[in-house]
T-cell receptor, first 115, second 114 residues
């Protein structure tokens, strides 16, 4: 049973560029959430996708956008990169069941460095 | 106000001893879930244990147990018989209501000494 996978594992970009990160959820999961984790801090919620729509969004600017595909995989896009966007980006998948006790399972993350 | 507070930036414990990592939470939602994750230096968040707000018993998973004190809004993680491989960052997280949006604390770095 494959867990959550993310690509690429590492990425180096320069300010002003755009980046796309990819995530495949755990088998059987239909919901994907993205988190940004700056060095030495806890993960911060960016947004969540379910049924190919953004269901919730954290306190992140519109430069951060996403997409979910029919096979439940997801992309995170960041435009006009800033130095402060350097972080570990974590993808988490879960199953959207009402009243569920389901936890989120995380991928290994993508380390983004913006120079 | 912070949803999740972890007041111990770093902890040391001797191998084979027990250690408690503190977590307090803030919510007005009667339905919520509390989670603990372990994050080794590799970066991956590893799920350890879950406690639901309506659960009467404290959750246990192997060497991990969650000391849930609802009135105090605390959900401390207890690791028994610490091992060198337990050295990592530990994050407490909360999910409110039926959504899978998690709020994370700032983490506690645990170092297990031989």
């Amino acid at each position: 049973d494959a867990g959550v996978t993310q690509s690429p594992t590492h990425l180096i970009k320069t300010r002003g560029q755009q980046v796309t990160l990819r995530c495949s959820p755990k088998s059987g999961h239909d919901t994907v959430s993205w988190y940004q984790q700056a060095l030495g801090q806890g993960p911060q919620f960016i947004f969540q996708y379910y049924e190919e729509e953004e269901r919730q969004r954290g306190n992140f600017p519109d430069r951060f956008s996403g997409h979910q595909f029919p096979n439940y995989s997801s992309e995170l896009n960041v435009n006009a990169l800033l130095l402060g966007d350097s972080a570990l980006y974590l993808c988490a998948s879960s199953l959207a069941v009402a009243g569920s006790t389901e936890t989120q399972y995380f991928g290994p993350g993508t380390r983004l460095l913006v120079l | 106000a912070q949803k999740i507070t972890q007041t111990q930036p770093g902890m040391f414990v001797q191998e084979k001893e027990a250690v408690t990592l503190d977590c307090t939470y803030d919510t007005s939602d009667p339905s919520y879930g509390l989670f603990w994750y372990k994050q080794p230096s590799s970066g991956e968040m590893i799920f350890l244990i879950y406690q639901g707000s309506y659960d009467q018993q404290n959750a246990t998973e192997g060497r991990y147990s969650l000391n849930f004190q609802k009135a105090r809004k605390s959900a401390n993680l207890v690791i028994s018989a610490s091992q060198l491989g337990d050295s990592a960052m530990y994050f407490c997280a909360m999910r409110e209501g039926g959504f899978n949006k998690f709020y994370f604390g700032s983490g506690t770095k645990l170092n297990v000494k031989p």
